[in-house]
C-alpha cells in the first residue's frame, strides 16, 4: 500500500476555496485515491474518489495529475464546519479495501 | 447518521476485564471492517470480513483480540485481560465492495481502561 504524505495543519477563513496536497510516490496501478473527513468524536466520512484527472461532486473536486504522485482536494467557500480533520488514502480498492490511515491534514475555518 | 451502529458508545472498564463491542453494519453490505483510533491518530486497521468470513485479521493487536461475524450480519470484537494502552475509540465501517468501496464509518466505541 502507497505510503502518503499531506500536511499537517492548515488555516483558511470562511468562503475560502482550500486546497490540500497529498503526496503519494509509490501509488500502485491499480490504486484509487479517497480522501474522508472525520470530525472529533465521529467516524470519517467518504469524501471523493478518484483514479485519473479531475472528478468533482457535491461537497469537493479532486486534482489528480497525469503521473498520479500526488493529489489535490479542492473545497469550494469553505466554513466554520469545515473544521475537521481530512485523511487522504491510497490502495486498491479491490483488494481487500482496508484502509491505511495518515496523520491527516487538520483544517482550521476561521471566521 | 450513516446507517451503521455501534454499542455501546462509551464502555469504562478495570484492567484486566475483558470488553465486547458490537457493530450493526448497514444491511445490504457485505464487508465490515474494525479500526482503532487513539487521540491525534488516523484509524488503524485491525480485521476485516466478507460477509461471515474473517479475510484478514494479521493486524489484531494481539491474541487478546478477536472478531466474529457470525451470521454475516452484525459484528462483535472483544478484547480480553484489558490493559491501559487499550482505550482507544473503536470503529467499525461497512461497504458494498468495488468499484466504488466508499465505507461508512459507525460513531464509534469509545473505551477507557482503567
Known amino acids: 500500500l502507497a505510503k502518503t504524505t499531506q500536511p499537517i495543519s492548515m488555516d483558511s477563513y470562511e468562503g475560502q476555496e482550500v486546497n490540500i496536497t497529498c503526496s503519494h510516490n509509490?501509488?500502485?496501478?491499480?490504486?484509487?485515491i479517497t480522501w474522508y473527513q472525520q470530525f472529533p468524536s465521529q467516524g470519517p466520512r467518504f469524501i471523493i474518489q478518484?483514479?485519473?484527472t479531475k472528478v468533482t461532486n457535491e461537497v469537493a473536486s479532486l486534482f489528480i495529475p497525469a503521473d498520479r504522485k500526488s493529489s489535490t482536494l479542492s473545497l469550494p467557500r469553505v466554513s466554520l464546519s469545515d473544521t475537521a480533520v481530512y485523511y487522504c488514502?491510497?490502495?486498491?480498492?479491490?483488494?481487500?479495501?482496508?484502509?491505511?490511515f495518515g496523520q491527516g491534514t487538520e483544517l482550521s475555518v476561521k471566521p | 447518521d450513516t446507517g451503521v451502529s455501534q454499542d455501546p458508545r462509551h464502555k469504562i472498564t478495570k484492567r484486566g476485564q475483558n470488553v465486547t463491542f458490537r457493530c450493526d453494519p448497514i444491511?445490504?453490505?457485505?464487508?465490515l471492517y474494525w479500526y482503532r483510533q487513539t487521540l491525534g491518530q488516523g484509524p488503524e486497521f485491525l480485521t476485516y470480513f466478507q460477509n461471515e468470513a474473517q479475510l484478514e485479521k494479521s493486524r489484531l493487536l494481539s491474541d487478546r483480540f478477536s472478531a466474529e461475524r457470525p451470521k454475516g450480519s452484525f459484528s462483535t470484537l472483544e478484547i480480553q485481560r484489558t490493559e491501559q494502552g487499550d482505550s482507544a475509540m473503536y470503529l467499525c465501517?461497512?461497504?458494498?465492495?468495488?468499484?466504488?468501496?466508499?465505507?461508512?464509518f459507525g460513531p464509534g466505541t469509545r473505551l477507557t481502561v482503567l
Open positions: 509509490n501509488i500502485a496501478t491499480n490504486d484509487y
Open positions: 465501517a461497512s461497504t458494498l465492495g468495488a468499484p466504488k468501496d466508499e465505507q461508512f
Open positions: 478518484g483514479y485519473k
Open positions: 488514502l491510497v490502495g486498491d480498492i479491490n483488494q481487500g479495501g482496508k484502509l491505511i
Open positions: 444491511s445490504e453490505h457485505n464487508r
